[in-house]
C-alpha cells in the first residue's frame, strides 16, 4: 500500500510518519523547500523568532510523538501560571486564575461577574444557526462576550465572534450545553474524565530551545527520502484503482493520497474530479495577519505570556505575546523581544500598511498600557490567508469534503480547516489513520 502526502507542514508529516510506523510506503511532496508549513523559526541578530505559532498546548498526540522522537530535553515548557493579560479602558488587566483575583479584576463590573456566575442556572438553548458572541451572550453575559471571548476570538483565530458558528469553532462548548445542560457543568465532568496523573507534557505551553520548527524538522528527517521538498504536486488524477500525481520530472502512482496542503492547493488539485469539493474549500474564508516581532530594552520586570486586546477605537493591534518573557534564548542579553499580530477578519485593511506604519500602530498600542515605547523592528511577516475561519456555512463544506471522499476512495483531505486550527488539533486529526 502507497500512500503519496501532498504538503509538509505538520498535518502531513505527521500523518505520513503515522503511516509508515504502520508498515506502508509513504511518499510526501511539499512545495516548499522547508518543512513544517506555518510552523516557522527564524535566527535573525540574536533573535530567535517564531514567525508562525509561537506555541502549542501539549496534548498527549503531541506529546507521545516528542517523546518518540526524543526530543524532550529539547522540549520547554512555560509554567501554566504565567499570567495572561487583557488590554481594555486604557490599562492591562491580569485575566484572574482564582476566585480572590475573580472578585477583585476590575475586568467585569459587579453586575458582568454576578451574570458569569449565574451560568449554569441559564436554560439550555439552541445552538444551531448561533454565532461565539451570541452563544456567550446567552450563557454567560454580554460583558463576557465582549471584554473575555471576543478579545481572546480576534487575537487567537484572527476572527470575529459574531461570524463565528459556535458549533464548527467550539463544538465541545456546545456539547457541554446540550449533554450537561451548561458549559460550567459540562467543563466540569470533562475534567473529571480525565486521566487522575497527566504526563509530564501536558503542563503549560510546549517549544523548543531552537524554536517549534525543532518538530517538523525532525519528522522530516525521520522521514528520510520518502520527503521531497520544493517538489510541487502540478496534478492530481485518479487512475483506475488508484491514483497518479504529476510532479516536476516525475509521475508518481500511488494506492491513496492524503491532501495535506493548504485549502487554496487542494482545491486546484480536486477541481478537475471533485469540482463540488473544489468550491467548498475555495469558500473557506481565511484571516490575515501581519506579524511584527519588535524588541525593546529589557524591562526590570517583565512576567507573562502576553496580552489580547478588546476591539476598541484607539487600539488596533490584536494582541502581543512577550516572547523573551515566555522562554529563554529569544532574545540577546539585555533585550526584550515581543511578537505582535494585526490584521485579522476585523481589520484586513492592515496588511496593506507599510513596515513603518505596522510599527507606529504596534509602537502606540504597547506603549498606551505600559510596554516599552522606543521599540526597534525586526521583522515583519505577512499573510494573506492565515487562519481558516469557520463560519456559518462550514459543516456543509465540510460535507462536500466526505462526499468527495466517498466517492473517491484512498482520498483523503487533512488540514487545519478541518477539525481544529489549534496545532495540537491538527497534530490529533493527522495522528488518527484511516482503516
Known amino acids: ?70 526530543l524532550e530535553s529539547e522540549a520547554l515548557l512555560a509554567d501554566p501560571r504565567t499570567p495572561r493579560f487583557i488590554d481594555f479602558g486604557g490599562r492591562l488587566h491580569r485575566l484572574p486564575a482564582s476566585p480572590a483575583a475573580f472578585v477583585a479584576t476590575r475586568l467585569l463590573t459587579a453586575r458582568g461577574k454576578l451574570r458569569l456566575l449565574a451560568e449554569p442556572f441559564v436554560p439550555r438553548g439552541n445552538t444551531a444557526g448561533e454565532t461565539v458572541a451570541d452563544f ?17 476570538v480576534s487575537g487567537i483565530w484572527g476572527g470575529r465572534a459574531d461570524r463565528l458558528a459556535i458549533a464548527d469553532a467550539f463544538p465541545s462548548l456546545a456539547r457541554w450545553e446540550r449533554t450537561s445542560g451548561s458549559v460550567a457543568r459540562g467543563a466540569f465532568a470533562a475534567r473529571r474524565s480525565r486521566p487522575k496523573t497527566a504526563p509530564r507534557g501536558n503542563r503549560g505551553l510546549l517549544s523548543f530551545r531552537g524554536g517549534l520548527s525543532t518538530l517538523p524538522r525532525r519528522l522530516a ?75 525593546a530594552a529589557a524591562p526590570p520586570r517583565l512576567e507573562g505570556f502576553g496580552h489580547l486586546v478588546v476591539p476598541q477605537r484607539d487600539r488596533r493591534i490584536l494582541g502581543a505575546i512577550w516572547s523573551s518573557a515566555l522562554f529563554p534564548g ?51 511577516t505577512r499573510y494573506p490567508g492565515a487562519i481558516p475561519q469557520y463560519e456559518f ?29 489549534a496545532v495540537g488539533d491538527v497534530v490529533r486529526s493527522a495522528a488518527e489513520l484511516p482503516g
Not at 48 to 69: A, F, K, Y
Not at 248 to 276: S, T
Open 330 to 380: 529569544r532574545a540577546p542579553a539585555g533585550r526584550a523581544l515581543f511578537t505582535v499580530y494585526l490584521g485579522g477578519a476585523r481589520d484586513p485593511g492592515a496588511l496593506e500598511l507599510s513596515d513603518p506604519a505596522l510599527m507606529d500602530a504596534a509602537s502606540h498600542d504597547l506603549a498606551a498600557i505600559g510596554l516599552p515605547g522606543s521599540l526597534e523592528l525586526i521583522a515583519v
Open 136 to 152: 456567550f451572550a446567552r450563557r454567560a453575559g454580554r460583558e463576557v462576550a465582549e471584554r473575555l471571548v471576543e478579545p481572546f
Open 1 to 70: 500500500m502507497t500512500t503519496a502526502v501532498i504538503g509538509g507542514g505538520l498535518s502531513g508529516l505527521v500523518r505520513a510518519r503515522a503511516l509508515a510506523a504502520r508498515g506502508e510506503q509513504v511518499l510526501l511532496f511539499e512545495a516548499s523547500r522547508e518543512p513544517g508549513g506555518v510552523v516557522r523559526t527564524e535566527k535573525r541578530d540574536g533573535y530567535l523568532l517564531e514567525l508562525g505559532p509561537n506555541t502549542v498546548r501539549p496534548t498527549p498526540e503531541l506529546w507521545r510523538i516528542v517523546e518518540e522522537l526524543g
Open 393 to 421: 456555512g462550514h459543516a456543509g463544506r465540510m460535507e462536500k469534503l466526505a462526499e468527495a471522499e466517498r466517492q473517491n476512495p484512498g482520498l483523503t483531505f487533512l488540514g487545519s480547516y478541518r477539525g481544529g486550527v
Open 221 to 295: 528527517e525521520e522521514l528520510g527520502p520518502a520527503a521531497h521538498f520544493g517538489r510541487r504536486a502540478d496534478s492530481l488524477v485518479p487512475s483506475g484503482d488508484g491514483w497518479r500525481l504529476s510532479v516536476p520530472g516525475q509521475e508518481v502512482r500511488a494506492d491513496r493520497v492524503c491532501l495535506a496542503a493548504p485549502a487554496p492547493e487542494a482545491a486546484r488539485l480536486v477541481d478537475a474530479f471533485a469540482p463540488e469539493a473544489s468550491s467548498a474549500l475555495r469558500a473557506i474564508p481565511h484571516a490575515p495577519l501581519a506579524v511584527l516581532h519588535v524588541a
